[in-house]
Nanobody
């Protein structure tokens, strides 16, 4: 089993920054993708960004158009943690942010293809 724990959410003003963390524990994989999704009240869960790692040590990233240039996903391998650095935040970024792990190095924008999920962390951007 895999446990994912998100942290780093909070309240920030428009234009501010937050860094979300997703710490993984339990079973490890040499090939996997970690995705960040968000869900606002009354809306479906939407893809934000993802980072994937293959057994050849190749890393790839992918971003939703709405966050491209503002958000950056990265990993600290020693800490088994994936980060989502969010800059230039907007009120429309307000949501609960979830990290999900997919046991494949193919990034997907489809949340149902991710095998494990964290509990989520609230991000609120005030105008």
């Amino acid at each position: 089993q895999v446990q994912l724990v998100e942290s780093g959410g909070g309240l920030v003003q428009t234009g501010g920054s937050l860094r979300l963390s997703c710490a993984a524990s339990g079973r490890t994989f040499s090939t996997y993708a970690m995705g960040w999704f968000r869900q606002a009240p009354g809306k479906e869960r939407e893809f934000v960004a993802a980072i994937a790692f293959s057994w050849t040590d190749t890393t790839s990233t992918y971003y939703a158009d709405s966050v491209k240039g503002r958000f950056t996903v990265s990993r600290d391998n020693a800490k088994n943690t994936v980060y989502l650095q969010m800059n230039s935040l907007k009120p429309e970024d307000t949501a609960v942010y979830y990290c999900g792990l997919r046991t494949s190095d193919v990034i997907s924008r489809t949340s149902s293809l991710y095998n494990y999920w964290g509990q989520g962390t609230q991000v609120t951007v005030s105008s």
